[in-house]
């Protein structure tokens, strides 16, 4: 497989993208935000630098689970599909075991744990990125609100023009989530 045909095929794996953006950049930004105001009000010296890398170890442990996650997942359901289909031909358990059908699940399987857990890795480095580059912490903490919400938009249309949908409303059912997230690691880590 070539790269054009690699990326074209990880695009159409549009819900892995999806579940693995959306949950690296809200559950960091969650993480991050909360490290960020616990820091804060703590008093403590800890820098910005260690907040984004607690953000970003989070991300790293997200992509992980992820990525296995969807592996166990997808061979799960590859394998009943594949064995419900030799039941359907009337033919033996394992007998479609490496022909071509076996050979392009397994290829479905991979491309899945691959997608979920990139995904979930790309999306950890929004809410980070900020605490990894600025030194003052309030300018960090609005730099990351700013641009978590400015990918979950582009997020938002990219679901939006995939389910051929809204692109307004699933950026704003997405935005949403943001909220809501951002309100419970405020309560949590900054509002004592």
Excluded: W
């Amino acid at each position: 497989m070539n790269i054009r045909e690699f990326i074209h095929e990880y695009l159409n794996m549009s819900r892995y993208v999806a579940l693995g953006t959306l949950d690296g950049i809200l559950a960091v930004m969650g993480v991050t935000l909360t490290a960020s105001g616990v820091a804060s009000m703590a008093g403590g010296n800890l820098s910005n630098y260690l907040i984004g890398l607690t953000g970003l170890s989070g991300g790293i442990a997200l992509a992980m689970s992820n990525a296995f996650g969807s592996f166990i997942g997808e061979r799960a359901e590859e394998t009943r599909t594949l064995r419900e289909l030799e039941r359907k031909m009337v033919m033996e358990e394992g007998k479609l075991d490496d022909t071509i059908i076996h050979k392009q699940a397994k290829r479905r399987i991979y491309m899945s744990m691959f997608t979920h857990g990139f995904s979930s890795f790309t999306g950890a480095f929004v809410p980070v990125l900020p605490f990894l580059l600025i030194a003052d912490r309030m300018t960090a903490t609005y730099t990351t609100v700013g641009l978590c919400f400015t990918a979950l938009i582009i997020l938002g249309i990219y679901l939006g023009r995939v389910s051929r949908e809204s692109l307004f409303k699933t950026s704003i059912e997405i935005v949403i989530i943001g909220i809501v997230i951002s309100a419970v690691s405020f309560l949590i880590g900054g509002s004592h």
